[in-house]
């Protein structure tokens, strides 16, 4: 009984958090998920897992964070032998793969927006040369451009055979969804109709801009980071500390299967949580761009 006790439980709180942190817990691969509208500049389940580079469909995301859940309930019962101590540790266990691909995602963005500058400079020297027309430099940047940004660009090139070079730059826009990345395909795009003269001195300019904003954008990253560490271990330690207690003493493991444990445990739960909140919130990265070209109204 205490072994499905300690499974309907972590299935529980599992969702209670994962609706707390804005997630829709193990629901359909279509529905919604990390989406604004479109005019905000959020994205679908389905793009940030790609943008993170996991080949997985959202079903099988959230399948996976529910089995590892489960497990971890299952191994922290077998360790302090307490249901309610048990859950609350493996959700955070549970939310370890969303955690992994957010800083995979973080990660990959970080890459391809740093690229911009030398991948802008590429195209911007094949254009002055007169040997290249902006599709064959775009090309380039498939095959011989900044790694990071090599994937987006191939994908450009095996779509723009198909529906067009602006259609392509737009499905490689919505797909990057980023406040550099916009601007620079944008610019591309009017280059198609518009000629290079204007659009090389736009690009010159971008450069600069960009390089200004990363730089910023680096030191507000490094000065945050020391408070987003210090919020995770202020977090996690007391819950770690509790397993501890319940694996070695008799007495906690009695306690906290009582109604007052219980009481005790869900007031601080809910401390503890709102603490988090409060604490992210402050110390979240300020963002020095923001996305202005993308479509107004709800998202589809």
Same mark, same amino acid.
């Given at each position: 009984?205490?072994?499905?006790?300690?499974?309907?439980?972590?299935?529980?709180?599992?969702?209670?958090?994962?609706?707390?942190?804005?997630?829709?817990?193990?629901?359909?691969?279509?529905?919604?998920?990390?989406?604004?509208?479109? +005019?905000?500049?959020?994205?679908?389940?389905?793009?940030? $897992?790609?943008?993170?580079?996991?080949?997985?469909?959202?079903?099988?995301?959230?399948?996976?964070?529910?089995?590892?859940?489960?497990?971890?309930?299952?191994? !922290?019962?077998?360790?302090?032998?307490?249901?309610?101590?048990?859950? @609350?540790?493996?959700?955070?266990?549970?939310?370890?793969?969303?955690?992994?691909?957010?800083?995979?995602?973080?990660?990959?963005?970080?890459?391809?927006?740093?690229?911009?500058?030398?991948?802008?400079?590429? %195209?911007?020297?094949?254009?002055?040369? +007169?040997?290249?027309? $902006?599709?064959?430099?775009?090309?380039?940047?498939?095959?011989?451009?900044?790694?990071?940004?090599?994937?987006?660009?191939?994908? /450009?090139?095996?779509?723009?055979?198909?529906?067009?070079?602006?259609?392509? !730059?737009?499905?490689?826009?919505?797909?990057?969804?980023?406040? @550099?990345?916009?601007?620079?395909?944008?610019?591309?795009?009017?280059?198609?109709?518009? +000629?290079?003269?204007?659009? $090389?001195?736009?690009?010159?300019?971008? @450069?600069?801009?960009?390089?200004?904003? !990363?730089?910023?954008?680096?030191?507000?990253?490094?000065?945050?980071?020391?408070?987003?560490?210090?919020?995770?271990?202020?977090?996690?330690?007391? /819950? %770690?500390? $509790?397993?501890?207690?319940?694996?070695?003493?008799?007495?906690?493991?009695?306690?906290?299967?009582?109604?007052?444990?219980?009481?005790?445990?869900?007031?601080? %739960?809910? !401390?503890?949580?709102?603490?988090?909140?409060?604490?992210?919130?402050?110390?979240?990265? @300020?963002?020095?761009?923001?996305?202005?070209?993308?479509?107004?109204?709800?998202?589809?």
């Amino acid at each position: 009984m205490n072994a499905w006790a300690a499974l309907c439980a972590a299935a529980a709180v599992w969702s209670g958090v994962e609706w707390f942190r804005g997630g829709d817990g193990l629901r359909w691969a279509g529905t919604p998920w990390l989406r604004r509208t479109a +005019g905000s500049g959020k994205v679908s389940r389905q793009v940030w $897992l790609s943008q993170a580079g996991a080949a997985v469909t959202p079903r099988q995301f959230w399948a996976v964070s529910a089995v590892v859940a489960v497990v971890a309930v299952g191994v !922290l019962f077998l360790v302090d032998h307490t249901v309610v101590v048990a859950v @609350i540790p493996a959700v955070g266990a549970g939310s370890a793969p969303y955690a992994y691909w957010s800083a995979q995602r973080r990660r990959r963005a970080n890459a391809r927006l740093e690229a911009w500058p030398e991948a802008l400079r590429q %195209v911007i020297g094949q254009l002055e040369s +007169g040997a290249s027309t $902006l599709h064959d430099a775009l090309e380039s940047l498939a095959v011989a451009g900044p790694p990071a940004l090599m994937a987006p660009m191939g994908r /450009y090139v095996r779509l723009a055979g198909r529906v067009g070079y602006r259609q392509a !730059l737009e499905a490689v826009r919505m797909e990057l969804a980023d406040p @550099i990345s916009d601007p620079v395909l944008l610019t591309f795009a009017m280059a198609v109709e518009e +000629g290079t003269d204007q659009v $090389l001195r736009i690009l010159s300019s971008l @450069i600069h801009q960009i390089e200004g904003d !990363l730089q910023l954008a680096e030191r507000i990253r490094t000065v945050q980071t020391q408070s987003r560490i210090a919020t995770w271990a202020v977090f996690a330690v007391p /819950y %770690v500390l $509790l397993v501890f207690l319940c694996a070695t003493q008799s007495f906690y493991r009695r306690f906290f299967s009582e109604p007052v444990g219980l009481a005790v445990m869900a007031v601080g %739960v809910g !401390l503890s949580l709102v603490g988090l909140v409060l604490a992210r919130r402050l110390a979240r990265p @300020i963002p020095t761009t923001e996305r202005v070209f993308v479509a107004s109204g709800p998202a589809a």
